[in-house]
């Protein structure tokens, strides 16, 4: 199974089972740089799976996906949206690692950090590949990708 495939399935499964709003992923659109306001939340992979797991959201995009997980009805990005926004990247991550070959899931997971501003990027460095799913929901699109050190097959090579 190859990255994409795997982000779409777990990103589909929380959104399905825990934040409850219905979200696409979007074929054939390319996760490019985002403008405006965003947060990205991260989290570190050791281990068998090597590199960095990123989740890009518009300030809407986070609040209305923290409103639907949290039972809330915030209007701003706060410490609650920071919170919940570093908890998806968190899920996504364990996701991945559940669905990674048996052979190859001993993946440690580093603690969420999240990011905020305006006109910034996120890039491993070093050799690594990037596989990127975009998603649209009602307050916008988002962004979730890996960044790995080259993993093959797993790049659907």
């Known amino acids: 199974m190859e990255f ?4 779409e399935q777990v990103v589909a499964e929380i959104f399905s089972s825990m934040v409850f709003l219905d ?19 991260m989290i570190g992979l050791a281990g068998d799976l090597q590199g960095t797991l990123l989740i890009h ?3 809407q995009a986070a609040i209305a996906i923290t409103n639907a997980f949290l039972g809330m009805e915030l ?3 706060d410490d609650d949206v920071k919170d919940a926004v570093g908890e998806l990247a968190n899920m996504v991550a364990g996701g991945i690692k559940y669905l990674m070959p048996e052979n190859t899931r001993d993946i440690a997971l580093a603690i969420p950090s999240v990011v905020r ?13 990037r596989a990127g ?15 790995v050190k080259d993993s093959g097959s797993l790049f659907g090579r």
């Not at 994409?4 to 982000?7: E, P, V």
């Not at 659109?29 to 403008?35: G, I, K, S, W, Y």
Request: aromatic share 8%.
């Open 4 to 7: 994409k495939k795997i982000i």
């Open 23 to 41: 979200i696409k992923s979007l074929d054939g659109v390319d996760p490019e740089p985002m403008q405006g306001s965003m947060l990205s939340g």
């Open 57 to 59: 959201l518009p300030d």
């Open 75 to 77: 209007s701003a990005v």
């Open 117 to 129: 501003g305006k006109g910034y990027s996120c890039e491993a460095t070093g050799r690594f590949e």
């Open 133 to 147: 799913v975009v998603f649209e929901l009602a307050a916008g699109r988002f962004i979730v990708e890996v960044q």
